[in-house]
């Protein structure tokens, strides 16, 4: 049980904040669903041109990207991995009142 009032939740589905959360929640799962999949990795034989590698269940790898040192390590925290709960937490974010701010500054930056 919420603590939310009665109809608050058809409210959220109205409200242009809650639209748009839903909206990005949805991008990043339908970016995730055609994106590498796997455990992804740095590596390479380069320090300064290392490779993110997806690492699948069976074994098997495949190139992700090449990047710089420095940015290697942001795509692999950024990978297909972290969509879902990302996502989960825009939804869950919509359906809040008030709507969290911080996943409104997401929302926007997924939608472009």
């Excluded at 809040?96 to 926007?108: F, N, S």
């Amino acid at each position: 049980m919420t603590d939310r009032p009665q109809g608050a939740e058809t409210e959220s589905m109205d409200d242009p904040d809650a639209g748009l959360l839903r909206a990005a929640a949805g991008r990043l799962e339908e970016l995730a669903a055609r994106t590498t999949g796997g455990s992804w990795t740095v590596g390479g034989l380069l320090a300064s041109r290392p490779e993110v590698v997806a690492r699948s269940a069976d074994g098997s790898t495949e190139h992700v990207a090449e990047a710089r040192t420095r940015t290697a390590e942001w795509i692999v925290t950024l990978s297909p991995a972290v969509a879902g709960p990302l996502a989960a937490w825009l939804r869950s974010a919509a359906t809040a009142t008030p709507v969290d701010p911080q996943a409104l500054v997401v929302a926007r930056l997924f939608a472009g």
